[in-house]
Nanobody, 130 residues
Framework: QVDLVESGGGSVQAGGSLRLTCAAS????????MGWYRQAPGKQRERVAG???????SYSESVKGRFTLAKDNAKNTLYLEMHSLKPEDTAMYYC????????????????????????WGQGTQVTVSS
């Protein structure tokens, strides 16, 4: 089965940067959609970034221009580079992988809907102080 392990979270001051890493194993499907959701206390999980099987990326309006996805296909590792962090970015960040998925188009960036057959990591906490 797919196993996802996130790392790289922590506490930073507003304006700072972090790079989150999602290390994947058991990736046996021919192609995947991968991405990041975040969830703040008392709020629903929200997709902030995603990458299609062909490399096309998508971002929510709240993070566009500040967050960047990068994928190392050889290592099955997904990165989320976060810059100019704001207190409202504070949340638990979850990596997700969807097997046999070509595109995130059916779940647009910013949606609070989650993929029915997604594989999830345990999450990594990001806290941004003002």
């Amino acid at each position: 089965q797919v196993d996802l392990v996130e790392s790289g979270g922590g506490s930073v001051q507003a304006g700072g940067s972090l790079r989150l890493t999602c290390a994947a194993s058991g990736m046996t499907a021919s192609h995947y959609c991968m991405g990041w959701y975040r969830q703040a206390p008392g709020k629903q999980r929200e997709r902030v970034a995603g990458i299609d099987s062909d490399g096309t990326t998508s971002y929510s309006e709240s993070v566009k221009g500040r967050f960047t996805l990068a994928k190392d296909n050889a290592k099955n590792t997904l990165y989320l580079e976060m810059h100019s962090l704001k207190p409202e970015d504070t949340a638990m960040y979850y990596c997700v992988a969807v097997g046999n998925c070509a595109s995130w188009s059916y779940l647009p960036a910013g949606t609070q809907e989650i993929p029915l057959h997604g594989n999830w990591g345990q999450g990594t906490q990001v806290t941004v102080s003002s």
